[in-house]
């Protein structure tokens, strides 16, 4: 049986600096339109009307994975830039009410373990304690933004108390990395590393993307795999991003053709995990 978990890394929900890079990258273009539209489109990586809109269209539920993101802009230091600017915060209520609904309604939040927490267990620790407090409950899976992992970073999650993770994967094309299909246990314990298969942008690059899903979809359901897909939010404006929307949706069509499960990563961990973990206290 094919088995599909739909995700979102949750980066950013504004368009901020952006409206400034975009215009002038349209200006030198003489696309005067897309000026406009870069200058007052705020609101177009929001994404999660449409997220809940398709996800419940076609009676399928994903996890979101929420940032928070601690790293200050330092104007010495040019890798902050992109990691601080036009971050969200966790306590932002639109975050919250957002937050809020998905949990009550069926979908699973995770943790996108910050930039650095892949490597401090304080940091991750911390995160996943705030993150807590708004669910009101556990959260037991992360995955790592930018999906950064050393050696340490699955035994500083299962530190955490996670019982899973999702950041084994490619940022660059998409497949099974060092071809590991199924689901494994890294620390030969109760914790789970679900292997991300496919990600928005390097799936939309490739233009054998469909042939390509077709053989992952064959090799995952003989191997008892998941076909873990991370659909970033801001990706679901077709104006801003053409095509992005669509695909996810077709991603969602050809899985239902194949007869397809769809579950959370949350749900699928109760599937996998060891028959001596107690599930009740999970979620
Ligand atoms: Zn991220």
Do not use: C
Not at 115 to 126: E, I, T, V
């Amino acid at each position: 049986m094919l088995k599909i978990a739909l995700s979102h890394d949750i980066d950013r929900i504004d368009k901020s600096y952006q409206r400034i890079t975009h215009s002038i990258k349209s200006i030198m273009k003489m696309d005067f339109k897309s000026v406009v539209f870069h200058l007052f489109s705020r609101n177009t990586y929001w994404g999660f009307d449409e997220i809940i809109h398709i996800e419940s269209k076609y009676n399928v539920r994903s996890t979101h994975f929420f940032l928070n993101e601690s790293i200050k802009l330092n104007l010495l230091k040019k890798p902050t830039y992109k990691l601080s600017l036009g971050r969200y915060s966790i306590y932002d209520n639109r975050i919250k009410e957002v937050i809020l609904f998905l949990d009550k309604n069926g979908w699973e939040i995770g943790l996108h373990g910050s930039y650095n927490s892949y490597k401090n267990h304080h940091l991750l620790l911390h995160e996943k304690s705030v993150l807590e407090e708004i669910v009101g409950h556990k959260i037991i899976g992360t995955r790592q933004h930018y999906l950064n992992l050393n050696e340490e970073t699955w035994h500083i999650q299962n530190y955490s108390n996670l019982k899973y993770d999702s950041s084994f994967g490619f940022n660059r094309t998409f497949g099974f990395k060092d071809k590991k299909i199924s689901p494994f246990f890294p620390l030969n314990n109760d914790f789970i590393v679900f292997p991300q298969v496919i990600m928005d942008k390097p799936f939309m690059n490739d233009i054998n993307k469909w042939q390509k899903l077709q053989t992952i979809f064959d090799e995952s359901e003989e191997n008892n795999g998941i076909v873990v897909i991370n659909w970033h939010n801001n990706y679901f404006n077709e104006k801003e991003f053409p095509g992005y929307k669509k695909t996810y949706i077709r991603l969602i069509e050809e899985g239902l053709k194949r007869k397809a499960v769809f579950k959370t990563l949350g749900e699928f961990y109760k599937d996998f995990a060891p028959a001596n973990v107690d599930l009740k206290i999970l979620i």
